[in-house]
C-alpha cells in the first residue's frame, strides 16, 4: 500500500518557534550530538558514565537538572537504579535522547521501565539485532537476505547447512554491529570455517553473536529521517558513491550523495512506503532512523542491509542540511521536545547535487600528512569540512566509518559532484607511517 504524505523539504518559518517545556533523559553526552538539544527549552537530565562526565565542559554541566553517573550503559543494575530514582523523586520523563548506537539497548531499557511512549526495549533490539530486523521485516512482507543466525562467534555452527540456508557468496557480521564494522565477504565453504576460526570483532562490541546473509549485488542507499506518529518530518535518501564492503575491500571513493525528490520521485515514494512500514514492524513512531538498503541489481527490489534507531554517523546530518537546510540533528532535537515541523526552515542550497565525503589513509597508523581544514574550505565546492585528527595522531582503520577528514561537497549534476569527489580525494591525502 502506498503513502500519501506531504513532501518532508518545504518552506518554513524560522521565528516563533512552538515547544512545550518537558523532560527529557539524555544518554551520553556530546557536543557534536547533544548541541541543538541543549539549546532548546527543555529539562535535561543526563545519564553518563564515569569517564564522560569527567571529561564533561562546565556549560553543558549547568545545563543539565541531574547527572546520573554509571559503570556502563549495558549495566540493567545501573540504569535500574537511575530509574528508580527518577520515579521516587516524583519526575516523570517524557522523551529518551539517544543519538548514537551504543546507547540504544539502554534508550530502550529505560523507555520501557519509566513508561516512556515512542520506544521501547523490544523496539530497541528490533533495530540493534540484524537478525530481528530481518526476522520482522520479513513477517511484514518487506525484502531481506537470506539469513542465519551464529551464536557465540559461530563455534559450532553446522557449516554445510549455513552454506545450504543462505548461499555463496555470503556476508558474515556481528548481529549487533553498525555499518561495515566486522564484516566479511565469505566465497567458499573453507573460508567461512577460516573466517569463523578466528573471527576479529570490534571492541566496542559486548556480544559476540554473529549472522550470516546472503551477499546482495546492486546499489547501497541510506535513508535518513526524523518522524512523529511515523510521519515524516524530514526523508532524505542517499546513494553510497559505492556499497560499503564493496569500497572497504576495493577502494574507490568512501561516501555518499543525496539523491533529490524531484528527480528520483518514484524511488523516493517507494523508500518511503517501505520505511514507514518498516517502523511499524520494529515499533518505532518517533525520533530519527538511518535506514540502509540495496536496490537489487536485477531486480530492483528494495532490500534491506539494516535500520538504526538514531541519527546517521559520520557528516551525514551536515550533509542533509546543505542539501535542504536543516540539519537532521536539529529535526531530531525539536521533534524530541514537542515542537512543530512548520518551524523548521527548509530551503535548497545553492547546489543541486551535494555528497559527503571521508578520506581517511588506507591502513592504521600515525598521521604524517593531514589537509589543512581552511585549504579545504576555500575549495569552491567544499560546503563544509571536519578535520578530527592531527599531525601525530594514531588513527585505527578496521571499517569504512574510521573518520578521518570528513568533507561535504556540491555540483551543479551529479557526474560533476562524482568528479568533484574524485580530484578531492587526490589531492588531499592522509599519509599515516
Known sequence: MGVDYSAACHDGDPEGRTQVSMNVLLLRYSGYWSAPLLARDARIYAVLTHSEAQKLPKRAEERFEKIYRIESYDSTEELSAVAADLIVGGITIDRIASATEHTQYAAGYLASFLGVPGFSLQAAANSRDKRLMKLHAQREGLATPRFQSLPDAGRDADLDAVVRAVGLPLVVKPANGWGASSTVKVDSREQLAEVLKDYQFEDDLTSHHLVAEEYIEGVELHVDAVWRDNRPWLFCVSRYFKPLLQQWMSGGLNGSIVLPEEDFQGLHARLLDYNVRLNQAFGITSGATHLEVFLEKGTERIVLTEMASRIGGGNISEMVAAHCGVDVRDAWAHELVGGDPGDLAFRRGRFRYVGMMNVAPPRSGR????????????????????????????????????WCVMLVIGADSEDELVSVAEDMERAYRVEVE
Open 367 to 402: 598521521i604524517t600528512v593531514l589537509p589543512d581544514r581552511d585549504d579545504l574550505l576555500a575549495h569552491p565546492h567544499v560546503l563544509g569540512a571536519s578535520v578530527v585528527h592531527g599531525i601525530g595522531d594514531e588513527i585505527e582503520v578496521h571499517h569504512p566509518s574510521a
